[in-house]
């Protein structure tokens, strides 16, 4: 008989959607078990309440949110709102004995290097940096390149990316790596799904805003995963010529589910090299998919997955001496754009194999 270790995990956020789609996948892997369930002005409430499609946890009760009641567990995890979670990961820090839990944040506060692009683009005082939980990524030094599921083996803290970040990124990542773009010329226009948003009301997301809608936001580079992106690209990168990206997001009217299409002006005309570069990068991970030419990522085919698909072409015609790379990337914004990849670096983190709990099968239609 195999004897498998349990974690304790202890979710604050747990009435959100981030908090939700954390617990959805904690119900399905099988090395955890779910302990304190935190949130804010639903403490007091039963779960089922907020959380209608998770009827295994529907009469456990919401507790507010304090480090002495998430402290104790083997694995925290923050899904809360910007700002929340720098000082709760402190205090619980503080509170904790020994080592303390693995934290793994779901929020902002922790994700850039630059406590200066952080004050630019959020405003306030920057939390300070923990590694950042995209194995994918590439990252290191030129002799010393890896991805950066390395880093996070073993990991006490962890940073979970923007979910508009990751898509961006894991589109663009092999052509950057392989230096056949121009990353000082990036555009990437993105169809985001409302549940990006969170559940807080705004004027906007009212249903009849939001219904048969499409609407522009953080336009004209005052997006706040616009110095995440350039971190990433960076990191990926050997090139003296830092990433300059021009961000676009528009809501679309579908509840879950980013569809990014980055271009960046070619180095190199050949239709083939870049079809390899995109396959030789992507074809050892588990959860990026490069799909077969002809076919194109969509949004419905990854929902409830930890799965993001990706697809390159060449537009000989976008101007330039070799045209412009076209580069989409499709993900489930509460799955590879948060929760999945949450789990993902908290197998890592705690020795567990990368993929477990983690669906690659969605549902159709
Ligand atoms: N939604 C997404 O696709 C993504 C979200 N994220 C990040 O995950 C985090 C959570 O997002 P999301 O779930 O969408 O947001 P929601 O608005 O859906 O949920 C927010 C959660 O935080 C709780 N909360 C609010 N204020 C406080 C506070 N002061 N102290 C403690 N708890 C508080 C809320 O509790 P209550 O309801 O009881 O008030 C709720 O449980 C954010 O940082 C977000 O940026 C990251 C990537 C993608
Ligand atoms: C629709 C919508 O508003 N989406 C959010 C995505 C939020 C996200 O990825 O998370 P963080 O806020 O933690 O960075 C946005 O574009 O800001």
């Not at 990961?89 to 290097?113: F, M, N, T």
């Not at 990353?183 to 226009?189: E, R, S």
């Not at 390159?312 to 045209?323: I, M, N, T």
């Amino acid at each position: 008989m195999v004897m498998r270790v349990s974690f304790s995990v202890a979710v604050a956020g747990a009435s959100g959607y981030a908090g939700g789609e954390v617990l959805r996948l904690l119900l399905n892997h099988p090395d955890v078990r779910i302990g304190a369930l935190t949130a804010h002005s639903s403490a007091g409430d039963r779960l089922g309440v907020h959380q209608p499609h998770l009827p295994a946890l529907a009469d456990r009760v919401i507790e507010p949110t304090s480090a002495g009641t998430l402290a104790g567990h083997d694995v925290v995890v923050l899904a809360l709102p910007h700002g929340a979670s720098g000082e709760l990961a402190d205090a619980l820090s503080a509170h904790a004995e020994g080592a303390g839990p693995l934290i793994i944040d779901c929020g902002a506060d922790h994700r850039l290097i630059s406590a200066e692009d952080w004050q630019r683009f959020y405003g306030s005082d920057h939390a300070g940096t923990w590694p950042y939980g995209m194995p994918e990524l590439l990252t290191g030094s030129p002799e010393a390149a890896h991805r950066q599921r390395e880093d996070l083996r073993g990991a006490r803290r962890i940073a979970v990316p923007g979910c508009n970040a990751t898509a961006v990124t894991l589109a663009l990542q092999p052509g950057v790596a392989a230096e056949i773009i121009d990353p000082g010329d990036i555009v990437a226009a993105l169809a985001v799904g409302y549940s990006g948003a969170g559940k807080s009301l705004k004027p906007h997301l009212l249903a009849s805003e939001a219904a048969g809608n499409l609407q522009p936001y953080g336009v004209g580079g005052t997006h706040r995963h616009i110095p995440e992106i350039a971190q990433n690209l960076r990191s990926a990168s050997n090139s003296a010529i830092a990433p300059r990206i021009s961000f676009t997001p528009m809501l679309a009217p579908v509840s879950r589910g980013i569809l990014a299409t980055v271009t960046a002006p070619l180095t190199v005309g050949d239709a083939n090299l870049v079809r390899q570069v995109w396959t030789e990068h992507w074809e050892h991970e588990p959860f990026v998919d490069l799909l077969p030419a002809g076919t194109w990522p969509s949004t419905a085919a990854v929902s409830g997955t930890n799965r993001a698909t990706v697809q390159v072409a060449l537009d000989s015609g976008a101007g330039g001496a070799h045209g412009r790379v076209v580069a989409m990337c499709a993900l489930d914004n509460l799955g590879k754009g948060t929760a999945g990849a949450a789990i993902q670096s908290m197998n890592l983190a705690l020795g567990l194999p990368e993929t477990t709990g983690l669906p690659t099968t969605g549902v159709a239609p």
